[in-house]
Every structure is written in structure tokens, then in C-alpha cells.
């Protein structure tokens, strides 16, 4: 299996990510590198994939390396210049953020922050649109509350599982 293979399948467990954080003086929603983190991680590492964030030459870079094969894929962006350290964390916390979202062509969906950091601290496996455990559920006529006793559902693929077991 290729590491694209792999990314695939990272890929399509992830679906999209909320927005769980709060920035209060632009008053927009957007997730934080923690909980970009915490959800893609465990995946990652499921499918014998390693995230490395270095800073290399002023760039900034998300690389994720398969342990089988050795095989890599990055995406960096050049860091500006700033004497301010603490902007300068700043940034580098952002670029590490908006790299690897590139670099998994992450989706982020709109929702409430309660919701969303609920969603991000979940420990049940994810169940997303067109997976497997999604078409067995749909077979069964599994409702969506007894859906969400045993998996972790966005608030997008929420509606969307409640729209196809009512046949909209």
C-alpha cells in the first residue's frame, strides 16, 4: 500500500473538521492546532503514518512520513520576517495549522463551538458519509441517536444520515 493509499483512507475517516474554537475580535470560528491535532493524529498513526512539523530554512512544514515504506509528502510555507517572538509563535502556530489542513485538503464545517469541541474530544470512531459502518447503519435503519451511542458524526454528515434514512 502506497503512502496516497494511505492518505486516502486517513482521508476519508477524517471527513470534515469543526470549528471549535472562538476568535473573539474578528468574531469568527476556526479550529486550533490541538484539535486539528487530537483528531488526526490517532488516524494517522492507525494507518502507520508520522506527522513532523519542523521549521526548515523559515518555512514552516507539515510532513507526513509512512513508517513502511518511507515515502513522504509535505507542505511548508515561508515564515515572515518579525522581531517579535511572541507574534513570531504566533505565526508558526497558524502556518502549523493551515499546512497540514493543505496537505490533507481538510474541509472545515460550520458549527456551534459546544458541539464542535464535544465532537473533537470524542473517543468513539468516526463514522462519515459513505464508509462502510454509514451503508451497514442505512441498511439496518439504524436511527441517528442510536448511531451517535457508538460513533462520532459532524454536524454536516448528521443531517445528511437523517435526510437519506427519511429517503430525502
Known sequence: ?????????????????????????????????????????????????????????????????????????????????????????????????YTLQSLLGLQAEDDDANSASQAVKSTKPWINEGDNTWKAALAKGITLAKLKEHYAISKVNADKYENAIKGI
Open 1 to 97: 500500500m502506497t503512502i496516497y493509499n494511505k492518505l486516502a483512507a486517513v482521508k476519508k475517516e477524517i471527513g470534515a473538521i469543526s470549528k471549535d474554537e472562538t476568535n473573539p475580535f474578528f468574531k469568527s470560528k476556526y479550529f486550533d492546532i490541538n484539535g486539528l491535532l487530537r483528531h488526526t493524529e490517532p488516524l494517522l498513526q492507525k494507518n502507520g503514518l508520522l506527522l513532523l512539523q519542523p521549521i526548515i530554512n523559515g518555512e514552516v512544514s507539515s510532513q507526513i512520513i509512512d513508517t513502511d515504506s518511507g515515502e513522504s509528502v509535505t507542505s511548508s510555507i515561508a515564515l515572515p520576517n518579525m522581531d517579535d517572538p511572541q507574534k513570531l509563535g504566533s505565526a508558526v502556530t497558524y502556518y502549523r495549522r
